[in-house]
């Protein structure tokens, strides 16, 4: 949760290939990411051992049969690290998608309407502030207040991880909206007799989308990393759900003597699933900019 | 009877006066006087601090000890009430507070450790006791000339005042006492060192003296405490959270840094005499694990809140002491039978058929827990506990049980405390072997304080946590835990008719005026029998205690409670 | 409106605004703590000999629980404007001391941790800028990407691992100073109070203890500012305004400043933001080294069902937070005026 929440995009250049590249070379970067993606639908068939059961004694070291070893229980950690893929890839879409369609609205919303006068300004102007107001509750207090409150399901910890990564999504787009409100083309849209909501989503939108949508693959990355922090601090799924930030938190203690096998696999797991979506943030950025800009 | 085991009395700085009262909170304000000497000492003898820098302080009565601990209680009051139940506050209260009574240390089984001996209560404030031939009345003589921290003397009046303020106290439990004293009016002041009990009922008198000897009987320096009373609190509840020096315990608290650090500094008045140990610095440490490489490490003399499976690690290491004793808490599955399925005593014997005793001791506990056969302390006198059927784990027979019962297979919620993960680990153990003999279990993870509520209020299907009887007395153990009338003492609010034939067995057994005499055990036992069988609540097993320290720390207490009594600690010359 | 107001209206409605939101934060935190599951009287009440509803009532009034919600909410407020936030029924301390005697230390932790990673972003940014090493690049770049995809709690676990336990370089995660060193107490900021106190040996003691944390927080937090700078600089080394001062012969310097001005107000944004969301999430560093803050005390209020002390926590955090956000829309109004809402370019 001390994760920062408005993660950028990667710079452009660092990472375009060169303008007449093959187009296998723009889609590269999203390959490890499409992996993942693979591996979570098939994960449940290619495990070795039912990754919710008891099958070993518990603590083993990893060996031949069980390649990561077993948890503190005797579950197989190989099997659940492969498995949690499925929860924490499910779980991050849902966030990502909640998050940034939020974002998107609120953010319009605010932008357009924060400068106008008399009560839609009061609106716009209260309502940025009440943005505000969400982002200075710490995220632990909301995790465990919407996870208290409905249970600790994949649902609710996706909205209460929405909720929390909402906000940046908000400023991003707001901030562009306020940019490019002023613009040349978005007056000529209004001269030439558009309504305000059809300027808002035919010219504004468009135009604003770009730093929320990029920043997305970054919450998707993000919304991982706070999940495993909340699991640290006891707000997870229910066990045994295979869900790596809480695997990593429940091996944490055993790190100190000895037991580093139960927190290193879901660790580096987790950072795998976010350094391909991070890969992916690329090939987004590269997609929403059309080559005139 | 007087007490055989007072620690060594030591030299020590001494700490009198108005000082200890402010001596509060905040950050870090040491008291003025005394110990500021001591302070400096303990500065100048571990200046700097590099890694692995063994806890050093100087010999004798100035030695201080260091302990790694998961958490500090939230206040220094020793009534109940917060956190009653963790065991931040019971340490607490073993060690700020005293009462009349308490049972004598005995050697336990591992070297340079202490037990405690549950069939006998010795002086402690009182510097004896003693028992009218009916079995009714107890009069109890307190030391002479024994004062508080703060140089109250300690008088017949404050017995009266310390119950009269416990019977005022919102959050204070007057029920335990229900079985046979009646409170502040029950008590009579013979003179001004000598007070008279009055009891109801001459069975209820161990329990009686088990009470006086928990936190339930703690007694207070009633001067100090009214001196902050206030018209809206007249027993100084409010001041008594955040102050110390009023409890008559071995130690009091001078200095503290909310959530992370507690300076106990020895208490010169002290019944025993000052204890050996001039000061304990209680130091917040959050993870198991670092808590247990700091004691492997040199850093800390003693750590609490230990897992079994570190504990199992530093088994081998020479110098670390990791203790066994016969352990107290234990684990318990309580079945709540005020609702489907656990209504039903064939799907409960079912389910204890199916928990699988053996993986969970090994597994999860790493071989540092027993197996618990009924809830009566093993070592009662005339209590013969090899009767009793032992838990085993019987797939077939869960299944026979269920199909009589009518189900082919049952499913339910058992719930959890986030808090203990042992018992998180301990539910998915219980899940993936019950599956076998017909259950579906869902594991539900609460908040330690939902989970609480919970409890309370028998909301759930099935829950499980840690447990123990803080009185180790027959008595105690069978009446605290089954109360009838949808009490919230009651987790399983077992009432059936198992329950009622428990009952008639039990006051049978509580009329009799000595619960530990050859009449009295036959009936303990009958109870218990038709406890296990009817399992409202399944005994999984008892752990063991959660402490380890340094190979030269001595007089390691394992008490009712699982508290460290740091007035008994004594370092071991090398 | 006179044209002073007329010109500094952007800046004087948002200061005047700011204690009407801490006000409606306040209501709005009365009612979502009351929303954490579980009952605080039930929570306290000791239940192990069983109790009556007549010891719950009792508890629930010496609590300062009784009637309802909206009776405590009158009481919650009537207390606010007195700028009291009542007496946590946990500890028994005023809510106010609670957290002030807490705050501090944690702002202490944050801010030195936001500097360190300030510090590295820009020697980051200005490394990516001015040189053209493909492989230098290639480490950053990946540095950049593997920071961002770890918990801190791992880093930290990994940290202590490795200097504690295997090298013993670094002194036990026992807290900020030698378990029988007292901290001197002045501000309630313990590296300032040593300082203040001239107590040089616990200063030295700390500074030992912050040395992994504080690499943590740096390690772990820097990418995202890096990469927010970078995005801003490469956007801004080729933009009109920095051709125009190179081609009318600005120095090295100045062009350098400027591009770093048009280039950071995002960044600026994001550290407000990233103070705000550790004030709260530098509590599981915190817990593993032993620092207590002020998060921990939000934990312990949300295990012990302590409203008083949670509700009174978010007021005071929330309204620091407000604080951090309005000063990051002062500072990026002033460098760009077109953030200014309600205000129409002057010129």
Known sequence: ?293 | MTQPDSPVPAPILSARGEGIMNSAFGRRRFIAGGLSGLGLLALAACGGGGAGAASGGGGGGNRSLVVAVPALAPTLDGVVGGGGLTLESFEMNANLQAGLVRNPYITGKTENTVVQDFNTYVGYVAESYEVSPDGLTYTFHLRPGLTSPLGNAITADDVLWSFERKWNTPTYSKTVWQGGFAGPQAISKVDDRTVAFTLTNAGFGLTFLGLLANLQGHIYDSTALKQHATGADPYALEWAKANGGWGLGPYHVTAQTPDQEMVLTANPNYAYGAPAIGQVTLRVVGDAGTRASLVASGDVDMAEGIRPTDQARLANNDAVVVPEADPIEYVDLTLVTNKAPFDDERVRKAMALAVPYEQIMQQIYAGRAVQMVGNINPNTRNYDVSQLPKPSSDVARAKALLAEAGHDRIAYTLSVSTATQDLVDACVLVQSYAREAGFDITIDQKTAADFSTMRNNATGQAIIYRNRSQVQTPTYACTIFWKPNNDASNPSRWQDASAARFWEVVNRAQAIPDPLSPEAGPLWLEAQKILVDSSPEIFVCSIQPSQIFRTDVGGFTYRSENAIDFGNITILDA | MTPFLARHRWWLTRTLVLPLHIAVFASVAFFLVRLVPGDPVMARVDASGGFTQEDYARAAEQMGLSGSVWEQFGRFWSELITFDLGTSPVTGRPVWEEVMTRLPSTIELVTLGLLGSVVLALVLALITVSTRSPRLHAVLRGYGKLAGSVPDFAVAILGLVLFFVVLQVIPAPLGRVDPRMALPDVTGFPLLDSVITGRWDVLEAMVARYVLPLSVLVLVHTPSLWRQLSLGLSEQVTAAPTLFKVASGATRLSVYLSVLRRASASSVVMLGAMFGGLIGGVVVIEELFGFGGVGQFAITSVEQLDFVGLQGFLVVVAGLCLLVFFLVDLVNMILDPRRRPGVRMDG
Request: with cysteine; hydrophobic share 55%; glycine share 10%.
């Open chain 1, 1 to 293: 949760m001390t994760e920062v929440l408005v993660a950028v995009p990667t710079p452009v250049a660092a990472t375009a290939p060169r303008r007449g590249a093959p187009a296998w070379r723009t889609w590269l970067p999203a390959l490890p990411f499409a992996v993942l993606v693979l591996l979570t639908i098939v994960a449940r068939w290619v495990v070795p051992f039912d990754p919710e059961t008891v099958v070993a004694p518990a603590n083993l070291a990893p060996d031949g049969t069980h390649l990561f070893g077993t948890d503190s229980t005797g579950m197989d950690v190989f099997s659940r690290t492969i498995a949690a893929a499925q929860v924490n890839l499910v779980m991050a879409v849902l966030v990502t998608l909640m998050a940034t369609a939020i974002g998107l609205v609120l953010g319009l919303v605010l932008g357009m309407n924060e400068a106008a006068g008399g009560a839609r300004g009061l609106f716009g102007r209260g309502m940025t502030r009440f943005t505000d107001l969400t982002d200075a509750v710490p995220p632990l207090i909301v995790g465990v207040v919407v996870v208290g409150l409905f249970g600790p399901s994949l649902v609710s910890l996706s909205v209460a991880l929405a909720l929390i990564l909402m906000p940046n999504q908000v400023r991003l787009t707001r901030a562009e909206v306020l940019k490019v409100r002023g613009d040349a083309y978005v007056d000529a849209a209004r001269m030439a007799g558009l309504l305000p909501w059809q300027v808002m989503i035919r010219h504004v939108l468009p135009n604003s989308a770009r730093p929320a949508i990029e920043n997305s693959s970054n919450v998707f990355g993000v919304s991982i990393i706070v999940s495993a922090s909340l699991g640290f601090l006891g707000v997870g799924l229910n066990p045994p759900t295979p869900e790596w930030g809480v695997m990593i938190s429940n091996g944490i203690s055993d790190v100190m003597l000895g037991g580093w096998w139960t927190t290193l696999f879901p660790a580096l797991a987790l950072c795998a699933a976010v350094s391909s979506a991070a890969l992916l943030t690329g090939v987004i950025t590269r997609l929403t900019r059309s080559p005139g800009q």
